[in-house]
């Protein structure tokens, strides 16, 4: 089946600094979306990109959907303590086939 | 700003009893999807549902799944003979348009 790779697995970072993470996949995704999970809660859903090399920004937040259409990356700039949490991405197959398939999440610390 | 809502929060349950689990997903949405999160692993998906019937499944919804919307506001998400291995948390999601899915703030489901 399909698998996305995300990494770093886990970031620890300090406050104000900026993150970068990214997403592989064995497979093409039509559509790729960004997820943040609090613990206990469920994803939020952060950036959704529809078109290979597309670039979308949602505040401080970047996303771009890769070339190749296997690949997605998310920054954040200027970390602040509430970003703290799992960021999974998810990729969605060919039109029809909506299911999203999640990444294995990257957990974002930030140290005081 | 209109949101997935799941009930109970928290579902404790012996093996082998029945369980329901309950989503109302927002109002003008289409498209309905359960997914389910094993602790600390990824997300992964069940099932989605579209004009009244399932659309498509993974391999872990078995014959012991099933899901309804029984009225006009609710979907919901039937185990028959619940397993150890059925502990999680499950996630309601909707979609307006089959591509960004919004995700309701689960139900920790604990098989005893």
């Known amino acids: 089946g399909q698998q996305l790779n995300q990494s770093p697995q886990s970031m620890f970072i300090q406050e104000g600094e900026d993150v970068s993470m990214n997403c592989t996949s064995s497979?093409?995704?039509?559509?790729w979306l960004w997820y943040k999970q609090d613990p206990g809660e469920g994803p939020v859903l952060l950036i959704a990109?529809?078109?290979?090399?597309e670039l979308t920004s949602n505040g401080r937040l970047t996303a771009q959907f890769g070339i190749t259409r296997k690949d997605s990356f998310l920054n954040i700039s200027a970390s602040i303590p509430s970003d703290v949490g799992i960021y999974f991405c998810?990729?969605?197959?060919?039109?029809?086939?909506?299911?999203?398939?999640f990444g294995t999440g990257t957990r974002l610390t930030i140290i005081p | 700003e209109p949101e997935v809502t799941q009930t109970p929060s928290h579902q404790v349950t012996q093996m082998g009893q029945e369980v329901i689990l309950r989503c109302v997903p927002i109002?003008?949405?289409?498209?309905f999807y359960w997914y389910r999160q094993i602790l600390g692993q990824k997300v992964e998906f069940l099932v989605s549902?579209?004009?009244?019937?399932?659309?498509?499944k993974s391999e872990i919804f078995d014959d012991q799944f099933s899901v309804e919307r029984p009225d006009g506001s609710n979907f919901t998400l039937k185990i028959r003979s619940t397993k150890l291995e059925d502990s999680a948390m499950y996630f309601c999601?909707?979609?307006?348009?089959?591509?960004?899915?919004?995700f309701g703030q689960g139900t920790r489901l604990t098989v005893v």
């Open positions: 109002s003008n949405h289409l498209y």
């Open positions: 990109l529809y078109k290979a090399g």
């Open positions: 549902f579209y004009n009244n019937e399932i659309s498509e």
């Open positions: 998810a990729g969605q197959g060919l039109i029809g086939n909506e299911k999203l398939t």
């Open positions: 999601a909707s979609s307006e348009d089959s591509t960004e899915a919004f």
């Open positions: 497979s093409i995704f039509n559509t």
